[in-house]
């Protein structure tokens, strides 16, 4: 297949009729061609992990049961000495061989005063360069004092992300974490938002003082959020569990939100209040306002997937909640079943205890969960149905 490079401005229809290469990835799934930005607190092992990826790219090792094409890695690792590093690789080899697809530097300068250039004539001097590390991005920073932090952090990252751009490598950026702390790990990353906003891929590891265990989050433009769980042993971090953002929310879910849906599941339509739910499904490690915040915060996670659906009103000063199936034809969902006194009460009678059942005054029905099929109609006469509509 051929690929055309695309001129500034094209059309939807043009764009969409042209083939064009795929993303170029270093490490698959993980650290894709482009401005990559790798941020960890100070001393928590960066630089040995960075170091130990150089050499498992430069060999075409698998990283994090990762399949790795081999390429040329140029490593700036301008806080330590050649010294150093020789000590360094010594022991992350084990006394296999060392690549020579890795070159070291120890020594460039900074971004707008050569360091573009000195870049782009080692992409052409060595074959196939892959990957480029800047360890640290601080090293290579020139404050001009004018305009503002996110200018100058936008305007230096983007000149490192043109050539990543020109040459389709990924040039990686080591970086540090501010102490404070912040709700959005992300939001630690020192400097302000310039930063980021270049990157296409971000790294962000969290990792306590002399733990052996670390996590890495992992956002980016051309890859689904996710966060690797590390061990180290011997300097090497070694991949112990993965999980994307959605499994993450998944673990987040507490127990008893489970318990509720497979219980409501179980019975069919049910209706009560939220402490009699918590007592007929046997939840006993739940209070009932902090079960209804967590009900309403996942849903669509935990209820929706078994098409369960509720609502939720006042009557007599209490709050019931209302569970009943998705009967899929989408007419009776957005009416409050509770009001639709004339489908009466289903065959099998919803678990709810007296108390409720004397608030809802005899208006349960709906449908079962289990079949869909609406209940069986009382004896009697039934409300005018514009009265119904209207509630």
């Not at 969409?16 to 960890?40: D, E, N, Q, R, Y």
């Not at 890695?73 to 050649?82: A, G, K, M, P, R």
């Not at 992992?218 to 499994?247: F, Q, V, Y």
Request: proline share 6%.
């Amino acid at each position: 297949m051929t690929f055309t490079k695309l001129p500034k401005a094209i059309s939807a229809e043009e764009l969409l009729s042209t083939p064009l290469p795929p993303v170029k990835w270093i490490i698959p799934g993980l650290l894709p061609a482009g401005l990559a930005l790798f941020a960890g607190p100070s001393k928590a092992g960066k630089s040995w992990l960075t170091l130990w990826l150089c050499l498992q790219i430069a060999q075409g090792n698998p990283v994090w049961n990762r399949e790795i094409e081999p390429r040329t890695v140029i490593y700036f690792s301008l806080e330590d000495t050649f010294n150093r590093l020789q000590n360094r690789i010594f022991q992350l080899i084990d006394g296999r061989d060392a690549p020579e697809r890795l070159i070291l530097q120890t020594e460039c300068p900074s971004i707008g005063q050569g360091l573009e250039e000195q870049v782009e004539s080692l992409i052409h001097t060595y074959c196939d360069v892959g990957l480029i590390v800047i360890d640290t991005l601080q090293k290579v920073r020139v404050s001009d004092g004018n305009g503002g932090m996110y200018a100058n952090d936008y305007k230096e990252a983007g000149a490192l992300k043109k050539i990543a751009d020109k040459y389709g490598i990924c040039i990686l950026l080591i970086h540090h974490l501010r102490k404070q702390t912040a709700s959005d790990p992300f939001d630690q990353i020192s400097g302000s938002t310039g930063l980021m906003g270049v990157a296409d891929t971000s790294w962000v590891m969290q990792r306590k003082r002399m733990s052996q265990t670390a996590d890495i989050l992992l956002t980016g433009r051309d890859m689904d959020d996710r966060t690797l769980h590390l061990r180290e042993e011997n300097c090497i971090w070694t991949l112990e569990d993965e999980e994307t953002a959605e499994e993450r929310e998944i673990k987040a879910v507490p127990d008893y939100l489970w318990k509720a849906a497979k219980y409501i599941e179980s019975v069919g339509n049910w209706q009560g209040t939220a402490s009699e739910l918590l007592a007929a499904a046997g939840i006993e490690n739940a209070k009932p306002n902090q079960f209804t915040y967590n009900m309403a915060k996942y849903f669509d996670k935990v209820f929706e997937p078994k098409n369960i659906r509720y609502k939720t009103h006042r009557k007599n000063k209490v709050r019931l909640l209302n569970f009943y199936g998705d009967d899929g034809d989408g007419g009776d969902d957005d009416i409050d079943i509770t009001q639709l006194s004339g489908w009466g009460i289903p065959e099998r009678p919803s678990p709810s205890s007296p108390s409720s059942l004397g608030a809802l005054e005899g208006s349960k029905h709906g449908r079962s969960v289990a079949t869909g099929q609406p209940a069986e109609k009382p004896t009697g006469t039934a409300p005018n149905p514009c009265e119904a509509a209207s509630a």
